[in-house]
């Protein structure tokens, strides 16, 4: 049975990328850039003014300055922020300007209005202090930010709000996307219903179906959610056989060593080529995952266990990394975390620990949640994460430290 | 002027919480409980098989066990998950049984089959350990998880996927959650055209909305796009009493003191009542806020500079934090950051700078970015937080420690 690692070492590192959709940047929130985007023009487009304030000619910075170290000018025009200039400045004179009006030819500075002499009653005259100035002060040139032809957005990266802007600022009104991955979730089980329906005696409900849809779209993938099959193969392989048009299937139950265990062999039978089965951890142990490949398409497989927490361990800690992958991100971070009070685990296995993470003083600290098959609920209703303790190594109180994963982003 | 703390001292602390809806729970990943969920059944259900093996009578343990400490019972029936026991166990029966199947009447332990003496062609003997046994043992008794009546969530939690889980468990389909609060958005300035336009000369696209949107996405809220709209009265008058009808009006731009910053006048006429304008921080210094109220809608109203990674930055420090409040939520958490490298600012107000930050070994870290007027793109599009610096307190190299807020989550 594979280690942890050795069964993550399994997962296709650099799978083929999804393709690419062209999708409307409005609706490109936390979406995945496909191709690098290059900066169409001058950023920004105009010299701009950044104060509210008087554009001085160049002339001004080098005038002899009056006792009180002033010189006055000659205001000959107002801009205001859209406005195009229809002067140019002339020595000795000033136009009065606004926050993000274009900058007018042969202006060297501006001067905010707060640092001047001005009389609203006779707005044709300014003072200002040559001694306080230098060249450009308070004008954005043209291009400072980002010059065309630059690399504004790398392939890769998720568009968050200020990407948008980035994007919105020259006009990339369409975007080069990643396709989202579409993961088909299939329960299966002679004793579950769908979570809608009234269970009859000896059933229950599947909860993993809606779960694990959820963890899709916190993935940022597209969840399809097949009916749960009854554990009869012939049944089980036509909803295989509609799962792997997916770019992931996830299956859940099925997958240990019962005698109504179907799910490896009805897999193999429908092509899906086994990657493994089973994997040295708690829980998840029954864990199954393997690639099925036509000549354009490629569908990779999961048979998840059937018990909510172990699917959903399974899926933060296998299913997530390879959905990243498939869109060209980095994986899920694994971080370090503090335990807040000693926790040992029993067994023979390393243990996925549902946790409540939190940062305090800066320092991410997790608190494990007792998590049986008895208080599942409490588990997996608190936690936010989950730490991975080893069994075999009992710790130190005061060295408690482990490895630690988000759940959910 | 008012410090950061003051202003936002001044957002209610308590505001009316938006209304409830009904939703599916298929559609609810995400949103906010508004009531708490109480369980309407036991979980199990029923006392449930943990593993795949032989359910054994009560007499079994406490059977004189041969020499080689087994035990020999009559197999007497088989029970797969989704079955119901037609049988009752008697003493010297055993029942062979699968995982999540009902543990029938008279069984006092399941004993998992790697632990029996079991051979498939005499499929009705098999031979157990009494010594191995306890009442119980690898059975979850009825209700063991969470017993009918029991809080299951409590009002206020977002329907994380674990969360969703526990609902769908007890079949709960349609569930209460506070309206998703309605954002509108309003861009201002004769300088700006909506991104997806061709910009005439002197003029820019506006790229604060969609960054606002997607920021109102990222906050869990709905974003209203209002068309941008010119400096002019009567224009902006019209353009504010259409946003009113939202929980939040953002306006951008407008709020500076040039000659043509009319949105606090309009906002004022308009009768909405100004709570502050202007805040000791860069950036932000002109941000607007105030409140308006009838009888029965509350609208609350921030005027943001026009700035991009100004309005960006006020969004998240105060605009967020009331996003939360209207749902009953926490606010988002501040955290304390190591710099990575000496930074320092200058000036005489508080700059919440952006920022970089990564968990390292446990370790909250920021790494600030250099962030001026001139070089806004790459702030926007590196930063995924943002760390608050004091200009007055040049700290030690060593420690360079500062209050920290992730933005986007």
């Known amino acids: 049975m594979l280690s942890i690692q050795a069964a993550l070492d ?9 393709s690419t959709e062209v999708c409307s940047l409005d609706v490109s929130h936390n979406r995945i850039l496909a191709e690098p985007i290059i900066a169409p023009e001058n950023s920004p487009p105009f010299p701009k003014s950044l104060m509210d304030g008087f554009a001085v000619a160049a002339d001004t910075l080098r005038m002899p300055p009056g006792a009180d170290g002033f010189v006055t000018l ?11 200039p229809a002067v140019t400045l002339n020595p000795g004179q000033a136009i009065r300007i606004m926050t993000g009006a274009v900058v007018p030819e042969g202006a060297a500075a501006v001067v905010p209005i707060e640092q001047t002499r001005f009389d ?20 954005l040139a043209e291009g400072a930010n980002v010059t065309a032809g630059a690399v504004l957005l790398d392939r890769g990266v998720a568009l968050h709000p200020g990407r948008i802007a980035a994007l919105a600022e020259f006009g990339i009104a369409q975007v080069p996307l990643h396709r989202r991955p579409q993961v088909a979730v299939l329960p299966t089980g002679d004793e579950v219903v769908h979570y809608t329906q009234d269970p009859p005696p000896g059933h ?29 193969p012939q049944l089980l392989a036509d909803s295989i056989r509609k799962g792997l048009q997916s770019d992931v299937l996830l299956l859940t139950g099925g997958v240990s060593m019962g005698t109504h265990d179907f799910v490896p ?19 998840g ?36 990394p390879l959905l990243c992958r498939l869109q060209g991100l ?22 996925c620990q549902p946790a409540r993470l939190f940062l305090q003083n800066g320092v991410l600290h997790a ?43």
């Open 367 to 409: 608190t494990p949640l007792r998590w049986t098959v008895s208080a599942d609920l409490n588990a997996i209703t608190s936690a936010d994460g989950m730490v991975l303790l080893d069994p075999e190594q009992p710790r130190a109180d005061d060295t408690q430290i482990a490895d630690a994963w988000y759940w959910y982003r």
């Open 330 to 351: 980095p994986d899920p971070p694994r971080h370090t975390a503090r335990l807040t009070s000693p926790f040992s685990v029993r067994g023979n296995r390393p243990v």
């Open 10 to 18: 399994t997962l296709p590192r650099t799978p083929e990328l999804l």
């Open 120 to 139: 609203e009653t006779q707005p044709a005259l300014v003072s200002v202090q040559p001694q306080q100035l230098q060249p450009g002060l308070n004008i």
């Open 204 to 232: 229950i409900r599947n909860s993993s179906q809606p779960m694990l849809a959820a963890q899709t779209l916190a993935a940022g993938a597209v969840p399809h959610l097949l009916h749960p099959v009854r554990d009869q």
């Open 285 to 320: 142990k029954p864990l199954w995952f393997g690639q099925w490949s036509t000549q354009n398409h490629t569908c990779y497989v999961f048979g998840l266990p059937g018990n909510p927490v172990s699917s959903l361990v399974c899926f933060e800690l296998f299913v997530r």
């Open 74 to 84: 000659n205001v000959v025009a107002t801009l205001l922020a859209g406005q195009i």
């Open 265 to 283: 062999r009805e897999l193999e039978n429908a092509g899906v080529a086994k990657v493994f089965h089973g994997v040295q951890m708690k829980p």
